[in-house]
C-alpha cells in the first residue's frame, strides 16, 4: 500500500519558500512577484541563525529601536520598517535586468538616503553587503574592477532584508497594550518565538476577516449611495442635495420629499430669518438635511455679516439686512449695493459727456502738464509724461497730442518714436503717424487713410477689380489666380473696415461678376457691354439688356442668312453677296476680324495695327493683340527669361514681327507657298473696294474716348487701306493658312529667332552661306508656330 506523502519540517519548507524567493528576486528584480514566498517565511517559525544568514538582525533591532513609552517605540519600528523598505528597494535595482544607470553609486547627499536610511545604524553595513565596499568622502561606490554586482548575493541578502521587514511590520498591527507587544519591545529580547509569530498570525487573520466585512458593507451602502446620485442626476439635483435629502427622509421615498417637504423646510427656514431661499438651500445642504442645525447656522452667519458692514460705517440695520437679502447673502454683493447711492454722484461726474479737453502745450509749469497727462491719459509713468512732453514741445514738429501720447503708451525711445511719427505717404507725400498708415500685404508701400479710401473707392466706383492693386508698385499680378484670391481675401477686411457700407458692397458685385466670367458659358454682347450665361445650344442668343441677337460662336450681329450653316460658310456667303461688306472691302474683313481678349473672350471690331500692347477694358487683361501672349510687368514664366519690364514672348509668325515686312514681301512669301485663292480672295476686294482718301479700319486711339477710324492717307493696290492695315490684311492670311515665315528669314532675322529660343546659330568653320542659312531654318522649323495666334479666314 502506498503511503500518504508526510508533510514537510517548517525548516525544509522555510528553505524551499526561501529559495524561490531569491531565485525570483535574482532573475526578476520585482517585490510584488517576490512579496508571497517573504509572507510565507515571516509566518514560518525557524531559528534566527536559520532565518537571517548573512545580516545582523537582531543587531539592528536592538540598535535602532528605543522609546520611553508604547507611542516612541512604535514611530521607531516604522522608521526602521521604512529604511528596510528602502534597503531592499536598492538591492532590486541591482538585481533587475534593466539596471539604473548610476548603479554603482550610492550618494550620502542623496534625500532618501540622508533622511530615511543613513539615520539608521546598519544601513550602510547592508549596502557593503550588496557589493558597495568602496568607501569615498561623498558615499560608497562598486570597487573599479567589478563590472556587475553579484546577483545571487544581492538576491539572498535582499531577500533578508525583506523577511526582517515583514516580521516587523506585524508588530506594527498589534495592540500596543496586549501582551505579546509588550513582550517584545523589550529591545534585549531576541526575535519573537514560535508562539509569538503564531499568535501575530492569528491576530492578523481576524483583523482581515473584520475589515473584509467592514469593506463589503461600505461598498453595499457606496452602490447604494451612487445610484442615488444617478437617478437625482436624471431628475435635475444636485449630488450633495440627494445626499442631504437621503440624511432628513432615512432614505425612504427621496424624490416625493425633494418635490414636496423640501420647499415647506425652506419656508421655515426663511420665515425664521430674512434671507432668500438660495440661502437657506445652500445652508441645508451644507448642514446635511439637519434643519435645526442649518438654521443655527445661518443665524451665526448674518449676525457676523451684520457686524461687518455695520463697522464699515452702514449704521441703518434695516438696510444692511436688505442688502444682504438682495444679494443672497454674498457679502461683496451687499457692500456694493450699500455703496451704490454713496457713490452716484462720482458715476455720474465719471460717465457725462465730456467736452473737448483744453491742454496748452506751451504752459510754464512743466509739473502741472505732466500731472494732466497722468491724469488725462493714463500714461504709465511720469518719465513717459516728460518724454510725451519733449515730443510735443519740438520746434519744427507738429504732432497731435493723442498720436504722441499713443506712441508713448506703446515704446519709450524718442528717435524711434519721431520715426514712426512722421511715416511719408507714397501718394500724397504728407507726413502721418504708422497708426495711420496703411500697406497691402503684396508689398511694402505705405499710404495714409486718406489716400487708401479715396484709391479704392474710384476703382470700385469707376473701374475693374483688377485695378484693385497698390496704386504706388501696382502689385500684385492678380493675372494668377492664386495670388488673386490670396490678396482679396485681406484686401478684404481692410475694405470693410475703410470704405462707406455702400462703397464696400460694390466690392462684392464685382468679385462675383469676375467669378462669372470664367465660366465657360460666359457670352459677351457684340452690340452692348453686357454679359451673361447662356445655357442654350443654339447659335442664335439674344442679349436680355439690348434684346439684339448674335451668334454665340462667332460673336457677330445675327442675321437670318445664319441660319443653319456654320459660321465659316456665313461669312464666305458675305463676301461674295452682301453688297454692303464688298464696299467695306478689307477695311470691313479687319472689322469683323478684330480682337478677341483670350481671358474673357470680350470682342473687339478693331485692327491690331499700331501697338501690339492691348489691355481689355472689361477685365483688365493685358496681351498682345498679334498673338494673345500675355504681356508680363515683372519676370515671368519663362525660366531662362531674364527682361524684367513689361515684354511679351512673340512666336515668329507674330504681327509683332511681321509687321515690319514690306507688302511685296509678305506677298511673296504668300505666292511661294501657291496659295492662289487667297491672292484670289485679297484682288477680289481689291476690284471692290471703294476707294477714299482715309483707312476706315476703326482703332482705339490714345486718350479718346471712343473708337475712330484710321484715317491714314490710303496707296494704290492697297485695296483702300494704309499700309499699315493692309499690311495686317496680309499677316491674317498668312496666319489662317499656317504658313511659315521661316523661309523668307534674312541672315540677322534667323539669327535674332534662334538667340530669342535659345537655339545655337554660331557657324561652322566649313558652312557657307546657303548650308548655314538652310541648318538654321530647320532648327527653327522644328519650334511650333505660336498656338494662340488668331487663324481666322
Same mark, same amino acid.
Given at each position: 500500500?502506498?503511503? %500518504? ?132 568622502? &561623498?558615499?560608497?561606490?562598486? +570597487? ?46 531576541? @526575535? ?17 476577516? @473584520? ?94 455679516? @451684520? ?50 479737453? #483744453? ?43 493723442? &498720436? ?50 479715396? #484709391? ?40 470693410? $473696415? ?95 476680324? /478684330? ?47 531674364? $527682361?524684367? /519690364?513689361?515684354?511679351? #514672348? ?15 514681301? @509678305? ?19 481689291? %476690284? ?5 482718301? /482715309? ?7 490714345? *486718350? ?6 484710321? *484715317? ?7 485695296? *483702300? ?15 489662317? #493658312?499656317?504658313?511659315? +515665315? ?5 541672315? *540677322?532675322?534667323?539669327? %535674332? ?8 546659330? &554660331? ?31
Amino acid at each position: 500500500q502506498n503511503k %500518504s506523502p508526510q508533510p514537510m519540517s517548517s525548516l525544509a519548507q522555510f528553505e524551499e519558500l526561501k529559495a524561490r524567493a531569491e531565485s525570483c528576486l535574482a532573475t526578476s528584480g520585482s517585490v510584488q512577484k517576490v512579496r508571497p514566498f517573504i509572507t510565507a517565511m515571516a509566518e514560518t517559525a525557524v531559528p534566527v541563525s536559520t532565518r537571517y544568514q548573512h545580516i545582523p538582525a537582531e543587531n539592528i533591532i536592538k540598535e535602532n529601536i528605543a522609546g520611553k513609552n508604547q507611542k516612541e517605540v512604535r514611530d521607531s519600528l516604522t522608521q526602521l520598517i521604512k529604511a528596510l523598505n528602502i534597503l531592499v528597494k536598492y538591492g532590486c535595482n541591482l538585481t533587475n535586468p534593466n539596471r539604473p544607470q548610476y548603479w554603482r553609486t550610492v550618494k550620502y547627499n542623496n534625500p532618501v538616503f540622508k533622511t530615511v536610511v543613513d539615520i539608521i545604524k546598519g544601513g550602510r553595513n547592508v549596502l557593503c553587503l550588496y557589493g558597495y565596499t568602496n568607501k569615498m568622502p &561623498d558615499g560608497l561606490n562598486f +570597487p573599479d574592477d567589478v563590472t556587475s554586482p553579484d546577483v545571487q548575493k544581492v538576491a539572498e541578502v535582499a531577500t533578508e532584508v525583506m523577511t526582517l521587514s515583514a516580521e516587523l511590520d506585524l508588530f506594527t498591527k498589534l495592540d500596543p497594550c496586549s501582551s505579546l507587544f509588550t513582550k517584545n519591545i523589550n529591545l534585549c529580547n531576541p @526575535l519573537p518565538s514560535k508562539d509569538d509569530v503564531m499568535s501575530i498570525t492569528k491576530s492578523q487573520a481576524s483583523f482581515k476577516i @473584520l475589515d473584509i466585512k467592514k469593506q463589503d458593507t461600505f461598498r453595499k451602502e457606496g452602490l447604494k449611495l451612487l445610484h442615488h446620485l444617478k437617478e437625482g442626476e436624471k431628475k435635475g439635483f444636485g449630488p450633495e442635495e440627494v445626499y442631504a435629502a437621503l440624511q432628513a427622509s432615512g432614505g425612504s421615498g427621496v424624490w416625493d420629499w425633494l418635490h414636496s417637504e423640501l420647499p415647506h423646510v425652506l419656508e421655515e427656514i426663511c420665515a425664521m430669518i430674512l434671507l432668500s431661499k438660495a440661502e437657506a438651500k445652500q445652508a441645508w445642504i451644507t448642514s446635511e438635511g439637519n434643519t435645526q442645525k442649518a438654521v443655527l447656522q445661518l443665524l451665526s452667519d448674518r449676525a457676523a455679516k @451684520l457686524h461687518v458692514l455695520m463697522s464699515m460705517g452702514f449704521v441703518d440695520r434695516l438696510a444692511c439686512e436688505k442688502a444682504l437679502f438682495i444679494s443672497a447673502g454674498d457679502l461683496g454683493g451687499a457692500l456694493s449695493h450699500l455703496q451704490r447711492p454713496l457713490l452716484q454722484p462720482l458715476h455720474n461726474n465719471i460717465w457725462k459727456e465730456q467736452t473737448n479737453i #483744453h491742454f496748452d502745450i506751451n504752459h510754464d509749469d512743466k509739473e502741472w502738464l505732466c500731472c494732466r497727462l497722468l491724469g488725462l491719459y493714463n500714461l504709465p509713468s511720469w518719465g513717459r509724461c516728460l518724454l510725451a512732453l519733449s515730443l510735443l514741445q519740438q520746434p519744427d514738429v507738429e504732432y497731435s497730442l493723442e &498720436d504722441v501720447v499713443q506712441c508713448v503708451r506703446e515704446h519709450h525711445d524718442k528717435d524711434f518714436i519721431n520715426r514712426i511719427l512722421k511715416k511719408e505717404c507714397k501718394i500724397c507725400f504728407g507726413s502721418f503717424p504708422q497708426r495711420k498708415m496703411h500697406s497691402l500685404t503684396a508689398c511694402q508701400c505705405s499710404m495714409c487713410t486718406e489716400c487708401f479710401k479715396q #484709391h479704392f473707392t474710384v476703382v470700385l466706383r469707376d473701374k475693374h477689380i483688377r485695378d484693385m492693386v497698390c496704386p504706388v508698385c501696382e502689385e500684385p499680378d492678380i493675372n494668377d489666380p492664386e495670388t488673386f484670391l490670396t490678396y482679396v481675401s485681406t484686401l478684404d477686411v481692410q475694405l470693410r $473696415v475703410y470704405l462707406e457700407p455702400e462703397t464696400y458692397e460694390l466690392f462684392g458685385k464685382k468679385l462675383m461678376e469676375h467669378a462669372v466670367m470664367k465660366d465657360p458659358k460666359f457670352l459677351w454682347c457684340c452690340h452692348c457691354t453686357n454679359g451673361f450665361i447662356n445655357d442654350k445650344d443654339q447659335l442664335k442668343v439674344t442679349c436680355q439688356n439690348c434684346q439684339q441677337s448674335f451668334c454665340s460662336k462667332c460673336k457677330k450681329p445675327w442675321e437670318d442668312q445664319h441660319e443653319g450653316i456654320s459660321c465659316n460658310d456665313f461669312q464666305a456667303w458675305k463676301r461674295e453677296n452682301d453688297s454692303d461688306y464688298q464696299k467695306q472691302g478689307l477695311a470691313g474683313f479687319l472689322h469683323d476680324n /478684330g480682337i478677341n481678349c483670350p481671358n474673357c473672350k470680350f470682342q473687339y471690331a478693331l485692327a491690331k495695327g499700331g501697338c501690339m500692347h492691348f489691355t481689355c477694358s472689361q477685365c483688365r487683361y493685358e496681351f498682345c493683340c498679334g498673338c494673345n501672349n500675355p504681356f508680363h510687368k515683372r519676370g515671368c514664366m519663362y525660366a531662362q527669361c531674364t $527682361v524684367t /519690364g513689361l515684354h511679351a #514672348h512673340h512666336p515668329r509668325d507674330c504681327l509683332f514681327y511681321l509687321r515690319d515686312w514690306t507688302p511685296a514681301r @509678305l506677298q511673296a512669301l504668300l505666292q511661294v507657298q501657291k496659295r492662289r485663292q487667297m491672292l484670289f480672295t485679297y484682288c477680289c476686294f481689291n %476690284s471692290r473696294v471703294c476707294h477714299t482718301e /482715309g483707312c476706315g479700319v476703326m482703332e482705339q486711339k490714345d *486718350g479718346a474716348q471712343f473708337d475712330a477710324p484710321c *484715317g491714314i492717307q490710303t496707296q494704290e493696290g492697297h485695296a *483702300g487701306l494704309c499700309d499699315k492695315h493692309y499690311r495686317e490684311y496680309l499677316v491674317s492670311l498668312i496666319n489662317a #493658312h499656317l504658313l511659315d +515665315p521661316a523661309d523668307f528669314f534674312e541672315e *540677322g532675322e534667323l539669327i %535674332s529667332a534662334c538667340k530669342r529660343h535659345k537655339v545655337y546659330h &554660331d557657324r561652322g568653320e566649313e558652312e557657307n552661306d546657303e548650308t548655314y542659312h538652310t541648318r538654321l531654318r530647320q532648327k527653327l522649323k522644328e519650334i511650333p508656330l505660336g498656338d494662340k495666334v488668331p487663324r481666322k479666314i
